[in-house]
């Protein structure tokens, strides 16, 4: 039973304009501010996140070979459209998918957890306003 798509990432944002915004960034709670590169990111990194925290829930039943190929290529071509400084913590959660050997089809549903950690580490000290 492959899966077409087990991520969702959300549309890329355009920044609204708006008088209240301040000189080259986005008002934040307490008048914090934020790039609006870094919210860019920030909402492309956690809206995958949030997606890839949902497919152990899909992969729990069992999965295949495929399925997991299809889940490692999502998460790269993820890679692809977060900040260069999560590069590698992205290549590190796509190999994850698999427990080893390479095509046992078996989810690692652990070294994925792990892999995370990273990746929500990032967006605790990018993506909070203080």
Request: with cysteine; glycine share 8%; net charge negative.
């Amino acid at each position: 039973m492959p899966t077409e798509t087990m991520l969702t990432m959300p549309a890329s944002p355009s920044p609204q304009p708006s008088a209240a915004v301040p000189p080259g960034g986005v008002a934040g709670a307490q008048g914090a501010t934020t790039a609006p590169e870094a919210s860019a990111h920030c909402v492309i990194v956690a809206g995958g996140m949030t997606t890839a925290m949902l497919a152990p829930l899909t992969l729990l039943s069992g999965s295949d070979p495929d399925e997991l190929r299809a889940l490692e290529q999502q998460i790269l071509d993820l890679r692809d459209k977060v900040p260069e400084d999560l590069h590698d913590d992205f290549t590190t959660l796509a190999l994850s998918v698999e427990a080893p050997p390479e095509g046992s089809g078996a989810f690692d549903e652990e070294a994925f957890r792990h892999a995370m950690v990273p990746v929500q580490d990032w967006l605790g000290r990018h993506c909070t306003e203080s």
